[in-house]
């Protein structure tokens, strides 16, 4: 069975740091990924909270998904193994941040034959944005500008956004 690779990649000219404490932290990607919905930790990392063993989650385009944290080298690595949510197996991810660039990089295999060719397509598209978003949220961090306001109705995590409802939905 053919393993799909994926790769994206954007310049930045935030601190490397302030790239990777977003990659590191799930529960700010909602703010800056417009695909992400929200975020929660099913599990603690051993040693640290999003450390290697935590398994996070992420909604997203009316999806949730479940991954594993596997390897973490701040500030340039991050490493996760997809358990559930998309129709893939074998799903691996590597986010990598140096010296001005991101680089995101994903292998699975398709579950379902003869779709193999959307779901790379769909994870192209996906990927090409969320590495673009982070390097713009990164920038307007780095230099203390405001990120720009979410559509109303998006979905957060309640925990992660006070202005949200008990329903994780902005008002």
Not at 72 to 81: A, F, S
Request: proline content about 6%.
């Amino acid at each position: 069975m053919f393993k799909h690779r994926v790769t994206a990649s954007a310049t930045t000219a935030a601190p490397t740091e302030v790239v990777f404490a977003l990659i590191a932290n799930g529960a700010t990607w909602p703010d800056w990924c417009s695909s992400v919905d929200a975020f929660s930790l099913e599990r603690e990392g051993a040693g640290d909270r999003e450390g290697p063993g935590a398994i996070r989650r992420f909604a997203f385009r009316g999806r949730t998904t479940r991954a594993e944290i596997v390897e973490v080298q701040p500030p340039r690595l991050l490493r996760y193994r997809l358990l559930s949510g998309l129709p893939f197996f074998g799903y691996e991810g590597r986010g990598t941040v140096s010296a001005g660039r991101i680089r995101w990089d994903l292998a699975f295999h398709v579950k379902v034959p003869g779709r193999g060719r959307h779901w790379h397509h769909y994870m192209e598209d996906f990927l090409n944005e969320f590495v673009q978003e982070l390097s713009a949220h990164a920038e307007r961090q780095a230099t203390g500008q405001q990120p720009p306001a979410r559509p109303a109705g998006h979905i957060v995590h309640p925990a992660t956004d006070k202005g949200a409802d008990q329903g994780g939905r902005r008002a």
